[in-house]
């Protein structure tokens, strides 16, 4: 089980890979599969047939956090065929797509600052039969950044929302934290103020969850602290930056991590994980043969 909250996604940066070698299996084998694919799924795996004008679709498209070998094949061959791109950073965007010698016709930005005013627009373009595709500059787009509103406003003028799932910062630091898994919390950024913080943490833990934070480096120091304050004995991963050259993750107690961190600032981007301390009834749970439950 998982619940969701907040924003923003992450990384940049990475290993470089043949875009022309790439392109050149998008050409052939992926576009046929595709079509063969969707051929195959029939009336119960597309949406039902419009009459009339044409409609567009907007596909959420996951891109590399970190290094650029992370990309779909799935995810390129959408980036090359849709008619507009709306991207967190267009500078950025346009690497990834340069590096895979795509093409795209129309680039727009799609931002926190100015998604209000862009969400009626893109969903414009969709009413005139334009396909668009969402891109943060890493991650999953509309988990936790305003991606979300362009979904709500889609669905809402009966346009097909399209996941192009991939990597996301969250889910991999949560599966290589060595952490409970089963059940998870996704938090996003947390309270800024160590009052209200603690309380939030407080609560979140109470649930007895694990709990995956986003948090910037300037602040995980603040962070540790408050989550020893509540739950010393809290276990913990820092995850840095993840999938890029200097990945790094640190794991301890939070009274441990939080000493560790007060003289020592990270740089990157941060994914910290948390799990209540240790009990019985979690120890009785991991003796069980794993997916007896399901």
Known sequence: MATARHRDPRGRGGARVRGRRLRSRL?????????????????????????????????????????????????????????????????????LLREHEIRAKHLTSYTEFNHRRKAPELVGQMDR????????DAGTPGLSDPG?????AAIAAGHEVVPVPGPAAAIAALVASGLPTREFTFVGFPEKKSGARRR???????????????????????????LAAVAPDARVAVAREMTKLHEEIVRGSASDL??????????????VVVAPAKNAGEQVREEREPGSER
């Open 129 to 136: 039969g334009w396909d668009v595709a969402l891109v943060t």
């Open 148 to 152: 979300e509103q362009l979904v709500a």
């Open 258 to 271: 939080a000493a560790h961190y007060a003289s020592e600032r990270p740089k990157g981007e941060i994914t």
């Open 27 to 95: 050409r052939s084998a992926d576009l046929s599969r595709s079509t063969q694919a969707d051929r195959q799924l029939g009336s119960g795996g597309r949406a039902p047939e419009r009459y009339g004008p044409a409609i567009g679709k907007l596909y959420l498209v996951a891109t590399p956090i970190g290094n650029l070998e992370d990309v779909s094949l799935r995810a390129l061959r959408i980036l090359q065929e849709v008619h507009m791109v709306a991207c967190e950073d267009t500078r950025h965007t346009q690497i």
């Open 200 to 226: 939030e943490l407080t609560e979140l833990l109470g649930a007895g969850r694990t709990l995956v934070i986003y948090e910037s480096p300037f602040r995980v120091g603040d962070l540790l602290a408050d």
